[in-house]
């Protein structure tokens, strides 16, 4: 299904800096690109490419969450990569592939803005800040994947857990998460009756509160204690190369002395 595209008297009301890496750009940089831009709507799960598919849009969330997924052949899927409001999907592709490398899925409502692949090819190719900003969104992109590795092989699955609710705590800045446990196991690659297991050990700590797809935030500190080292390296390594897109208050809660297991 097309993501829904604005028309002229709604896309007036669009802010496209609601995107906080077009947010990043400087003026002249974004009045480039601004004619470009088109404010479409996306729906939970739905799903934008498939594995394969042309690539011919890149998409800057502004209050909505999209998942890479890798989807086996047996049926089983995992999380690649995750984008929200701090950066954009498909901006690696506009320096390199123009295929899917997976699935991308929708995972909570809201808006973005799209723009075709090749009007933004001629904008980095004129203006250099603009090309900058992709290529250090690639970087910080690459230190993810590359930590999601090591996460995904030595961290429990708990601790998974509460750092993956706490990255779409961080996209959609609000406490009550549109989550249900199929999805969130699918993301996280285990059977659904452990991410069950899972939340009502974390909602009788007291950190989250669950309902009917839906699980809130109650406890955000205790929940990055609870998680593993990988939610604040990934979250250092963002702020470094492309400060002020994350969440807007900094954490507070310091990284755990102790390896993850």
């Not at 077009?22 to 934008?48: I, N, T, Y």
């Not at 203006?127 to 030595?154: D, G, S």
């Not at 406490?175 to 059977?191: C, I, K, S, W």
């Not at 797809?213 to 470094?240: K, P, W």
Request: proline content about 4%; overall charge positive.
């Amino acid at each position: 299904m097309k993501p829904h595209i604005y028309a002229a008297a709604q896309a007036s009301s669009i802010n496209h800096r609601a995107n906080r890496l077009l947010a990043a750009l400087e003026p002249d940089d974004f009045a480039a690109l601004e004619p470009h831009l088109h404010g479409v709507s996306l729906r939970q799960d739905q799903v934008l490419y498939e594995a394969g598919d042309p690539l011919r849009h890149a998409y800057f969330p502004h209050d909505t969450v999209v998942s890479l997924v890798a989807v086996l052949k047996d049926g089983r899927s995992a999380e690649m990569a995750v984008y929200g409001r701090e950066g954009a999907l498909g901006l690696v592709s506009a320096m390199t592939a123009v295929q899917s490398f997976g699935r991308y899925i929708v995972q909570a409502t809201g808006t973005a803005s799209q723009i075709e692949l090749e009007r933004l090819h001629e904008v980095m190719r004129i203006r250099p800040k603009v090309r900058q900003l992709v290529l250090n969104f690639a970087e910080a992109m690459m230190a993810r994947v590359l930590q999601n590795v090591a996460c995904n092989a030595v961290h429990s699955v708990e601790e998974r857990c509460c750092r993956w609710i706490l990255s779409m705590h961080d996209r959609l800045d609000r406490d009550a998460v549109p989550l249900t446990h199929e999805f969130l196991a699918d993301m996280l690659g285990v059977q659904r009756s452990t991410v069950s297991s899972i939340t009502r050990s974390l909602q009788k700590a007291g950190l989250i509160r669950q309902s009917r797809g839906v699980i809130t935030v109650t406890d955000r500190a205790g929940l990055e204690r609870a998680s593993c080292e990988c939610y604040g390296t990934v979250r250092r390594s963002f702020e470094r190369l492309l400060p002020h897109t994350y969440r807007n208050t900094s954490a507070t809660v310091p990284p755990r002395p102790r390896q993850c297991s």
